[in-house]
């Protein structure tokens, strides 16, 4: 296979080959590649991080060789920025959302042969996963989506945790397989919740807060109650979704 990394701030992942497919995930600046097979201007590629396949616009890669690709993908550290500024040397400015990867540290970087130069003027550290995550209050739901213009409920959850230095599956009914299960009196800020369809299904994931909260992306990423039964909306009176189990990561 040959090997590629994303050079735009953010690249709809594809089911199918076109432009009018869902978009069922995000490459974001800096993400990793493996490519299955070229057909312009499309190209199938298996995401590093997390084994996600899908479809991406071609001119949204750059095309690296084993070694550019192998110090590329070392040197690579998360963003932590609210969103940070890079300048392309063909001229331009590029800001990237939070979770994109570069190196860190440097004011310069290459990816193969493209050169970039960072602004990093309003970077934050935190590694505490409830604090991050309240970070993205009020982002809206969008399918498939992994920035704070747009985040699914397990998009939110993975890009969280991958800043924190944890690598989750991209989907819910795959993260509900990692970490540890917790009793519901045992729960603690940063440990996620998962919850079930009518089918049994696991269907929706949030990051529990204090205080009996969640964290959650439903309509947008909103505050509610965390309860034994599942999520519930005072705004609604309701419980909006059952609860299955919580994991500690």
């Not at 690249?11 to 432009?19: C, F, I, T, V």
């Not at 040197?75 to 392309?88: F, G, K, Q, T």
């Not at 696991?202 to 999520?231: E, F, K, M």
């Amino acid at each position: 296979m040959k090997e590629a990394a994303c050079i735009v701030s953010i690249s709809p992942l594809r089911a199918e080959p076109s432009d009018k497919a869902e978009m069922v995930s995000q490459l974001l600046f800096g993400d990793c590649v493996q490519v299955v097979e070229i057909n312009h201007p499309w190209a199938e590629v298996i995401v590093l991080d997390d084994n996600y396949r899908g479809f991406v616009d071609i001119k949204h890669l750059i095309m690296l060789s084993s070694k550019e690709f192998r110090r590329w993908n070392e040197a690579l550290d998360y963003v932590y920025s609210r969103e940070l500024l890079i300048i392309p040397e063909t001229g331009g400015k590029m800001y990237i959302p939070r979770g994109s990867r570069i190196p860190a540290g440097l004011d310069t970087f290459n990816i193969g042969d493209l050169k970039f130069d960072v602004n990093d003027s309003n970077s934050s550290s935190t590694n505490d996963i409830f604090s991050l995550a309240q970070e993205y209050q009020n982002t809206p739901y969008l399918w498939g989506g992994k920035t704070p213009f747009g985040i699914d409920c397990s998009g939110f959850t993975q890009i969280v945790y991958r800043i924190c230095g944890y690598n989750l599956p991209r989907d819910a009914y795959e993260q509900v397989d990692v970490g540890n299960e917790i009793p519901f009196e045992e729960k603690q800020p940063g440990d996620l919740a998962f919850f079930i369809n009518s089918s049994d299904r696991v269907h929706h994931v949030g990051i529990v807060g204090p205080n009996d909260s969640i964290l959650h992306a439903s309509g947008h990423v909103r505050t509610d109650t965390l309860t034994i039964q599942g999520i519930y909306r005072s705004d609604r009176d309701e419980i909006t979704h059952k609860l299955h189990r919580i994991i500690r990561i």
